[in-house]
């Protein structure tokens, strides 16, 4: 039943992005309405960390089986772990900011002489760093429109956190690789403890502090603790692959997979908000269950091209979603509140697709033709 392209996480990487985007549109256009409000419940950004430092370190164990790799320095394998990271993520990282910077320059009315200083004051945005820039030392300002020239500000504010889980893998990589007993003997869990403690994870901290306790910037902070329960998952996830299944623990992992997705779809629907602590433990089994994938519930949609396509387009939908939140918003002001979810949901998702096809069909295939040059030239030397 385990296959090398868990789909399941793909369907629910979809499912939770969409959750994110109407919940940012509840709280950006009909907070205040007193429309009764649905999809406003559920912290469900921790899965995304998760998954992050799941990946992670199973791309640390994997490059470290070869004599090769274990001799290079510390630092040269997290910049290239790194560098991968910002490859892959950022083309959808530029186009979500390019496209909420012009839609919402455009509805402030922004003056054509001011353009290029607001630009500038947004460049660690756009560089796809912005949370080691001022923003990143101050609270999201993504609420409003109000263009202020000399002022920092995020212009698609959800994007901190590809920002942040491309600086955490560097520094988190880095770690690691210097020693893995140490990363998860001390590090890994000192750090989630102190940022529990602090600021990062808990709804109170979140709102509560611009700057965490540990002197990182919340944004980072959260991320990486979150990353390293990740990280360490693997360890989980790898003794649960290994162990071979009874009837019983088969059945038992599918049962608390059909109960955990029941739990988290009514309580992002109802708006219940449990705490992000709690909301937290129950999302870490729940990417165990799916990351071991050996229950019966992932053979419905194991290998599922169509599951596949939904977690590639949740990264592009979450990149842009705010901008049809804000552009919905100014062009029909007099929708009312369920037609603008529907409406929504369509634009985001057409938008979506055609944003990956220009990374797929324009960008991808510029990284694509240096790695042929490469193993071209790598082959001539061999010749």
């Known amino acids: 039943m385990k296959s090398s392209k868990i789909t399941t996480i793909g369907l629910w990487s979809f499912i939770f992005v969409v959750a994110i985007a109407l919940g940012n549109l509840n709280i950006i256009v009909w907070h205040n309405t007193g429309e009764n409000l649905v999809f406003t419940g559920g912290y469900v950004l921790a899965f995304f960390m998760f998954l992050a430092g799941y990946f992670l370190m199973a791309h640390y164990k994997e490059q470290n089986k070869s004599a090769k790799n274990k001799e290079e320095a510390p630092s040269k394998q997290a910049w290239k772990y790194a560098g991968s990271r910002f490859k892959a993520l950022y083309p959808a990282l530029f186009i979500?900011?390019?496209?909420?910077?012009i839609v919402r320059?455009?509805?402030?009315?922004?003056?054509?002489?001011?353009?290029?200083?607001?630009?500038?004051?947004?460049?660690?945005?756009?560089?796809?760093?912005?949370?080691?820039?001022?923003v990143g030392l101050l609270e999201l300002k993504s609420m409003t429109f109000d263009a202020t020239?000399?002022?920092?500000q995020l212009w698609n504010g959800p994007l901190w956190l590809i920002s942040a889980i491309i600086i955490s893998s560097l520094i988190l990589y880095y770690v690691v690789s210097k020693s893995e007993d140490l990363f998860t003997g001390f590090f890994a869990p000192v750090f989630v403890i102190i940022t529990y403690a602090g600021a990062g994870l808990t709804e109170a901290g979140l709102n509560r502090t611009m700057v965490n306790v540990i002197g990182f910037p919340n944004g980072i902070?959260?991320?990486?603790?979150?990353?390293?329960?990740?990280?360490?998952m693997y360890y989980v996830v790898e003794y649960f692959r290994k162990k071979k299944f009874?009837?019983?623990?088969?059945?038992?992992?599918?049962?608390?997979?059909?109960?955990?997705?029941v739990f988290l779809l009514y309580t992002i629907y109802a708006g219940i908000t449990w705490s992000e602590f709690t909301n937290g433990i129950v999302l870490f089994v729940f990417c165990v269950v799916l990351l071991t994938n050996k229950d019966?519930?992932?053979?419905?949609?194991?290998?599922?091209?169509?599951?596949?396509?939904?977690?590639r387009l949740s990264l592009?939908?979450?990149?842009?979603?705010?901008?049809?939140?804000?552009?919905?918003?100014?062009?029909f002001p007099e929708m009312g509140y369920h037609a603008s979810i529907i409406f929504n949901i369509l634009f985001t998702t057409c938008a979506s697709f055609i944003v990956m096809c220009i990374d797929d069909y324009v960008i991808t295939p510029i990284f694509r033709k240096e790695k042929l040059e490469v193993k071209r030239s790598q082959t001539k030397k061999v010749a």
């Open 316 to 331: 592009y939908y979450y990149a842009i979603h705010i901008v049809f939140v804000f552009l919905l918003a100014y062009l």
């Open 149 to 152: 020239l000399g002022v920092s």
């Open 105 to 134: 320059n455009a509805i402030n009315g922004t003056e054509i002489t001011q353009i290029f200083g607001v630009f500038m004051d947004s460049v660690w945005e756009f560089l796809g760093i912005s949370q080691i820039g001022a």
């Open 96 to 101: 979500g900011v390019l496209l909420a910077f």
């Open 221 to 232: 902070a959260r991320v990486m603790a979150g990353m390293c329960l990740g990280m360490l």
């Open 246 to 261: 009874s009837e019983v623990m088969t059945m038992a992992f599918s049962l608390l997979h059909i109960g955990i997705a």
């Open 296 to 311: 019966y519930i992932s053979v419905l949609y194991d290998k599922s091209n169509v599951c596949a396509f939904l977690g």
